[in-house]
């Protein structure tokens, strides 16, 4: 089932850019529960998304980047400051209490889902032509939150460049992958480090990242992510996201409630 289910996020990522951690979190609470501790719980589910989020974002990269669809000057800016804010994020993680995390990254499920159903992509200028100086802080800011809440970043980003410069759909869930794989890698490293000297740890765990979990997600969400990434041209994108958005508001609520 865990297999399935990570093809199908795999899909969803890879056409939307996100990385899909907003989609891996509440199946790991379900699969990691019964082996963690409820203060262990979200921070072992934040660090186990990352993870999977890390294999699905590289994969998504590979083949937006041979579709044309990454803007290399937005990804560097927005990958300098996600670096930087992702690695940062695992302190913060090791440090909320449990409950405080789960609500935090519950509320965060629901603004992205808000702010995914309000944008619409633009037939207007590329990305090239509008990559300020600000998508570094903006990066720096999307790295400290995902990485925090386990969410990727491409949820945060996506909606960013759709909604405030104006990019085209495909380009910008090519540029988020792009930056994710970057985050991701960050927030592995900060996950695994800041949570290597906490107690009552499930076996084969590193730090805050279950591997076996991230592995049995992250493999077949990188090869759904290689399939979604071709899926522009055929899928209307406004439909998608606002179905996407109506999951992301369902899964928000459960997890605060």
């Known amino acids: 089932m865990i297999i399935l289910i990570g093809l199908f996020i795999g899909l969803l990522a890879g056409y939307l850019g996100i990385g899909g951690g907003a989609a891996y979190l509440p199946v790991l609470f379900y699969f990691l529960a019964p082996n963690c501790s409820a203060e262990l719980l979200p921070k072992l589910c934040v ?13 998504g990269t590979a083949r937006h980047w041979r579709l044309g669809h990454i803007s290399k000057t937005v990804w560097a800016k927005l990958s300098a400051g996600a670096l930087v804010g992702s690695f940062a994020g695992g302190y913060i993680v090791r440090c909320l209490p449990g409950r405080i995390l789960q609500t ?25 032509e509008r990559s300020p100086w600000w998508l570094v802080f903006a990066g720096l800011g999307i790295g400290l939150v995902a990485s925090t809440v386990g969410i990727g970043g491409g949820i945060l980003a996506v909606p960013l460049l759709v909604g405030f410069l104006g990019m085209r759909t495909e380009r910008a869930a090519g540029s988020s992958a792009a930056m994710t794989a970057v985050l991701a890698s960050g927030a ?53 996201k606002i179905v996407f958005a109506l999951f992301l508001a369902v899964v928000g609520l459960k997890i605060i409630l």
């Open 104 to 128: 935090i990254i519950g509320a965060v499920l629901l603004l992205a889902s808000a702010k995914m159903a309000m944008s619409r992509g633009e037939k207007g200028k590329e990305a090239e």
């Open 188 to 240: 592995m490293v900060g996950l695994m480090f800041f949570g290597g000297s906490v107690a009552s740890r499930p076996n084969g765990s590193i730090g805050f990242v279950s591997v076996k979990s991230a592995l049995l997600l992250g493999v077949p969400g990188a090869i759904g992510a290689l399939l979604g990434a071709g899926l522009h041209g055929r899928l209307k994108p406004d439909v998608f």
């Open 47 to 59: 660090g186990t998304s990352m993870g999977a989020v890390w294999l699905t974002s590289i994969a």
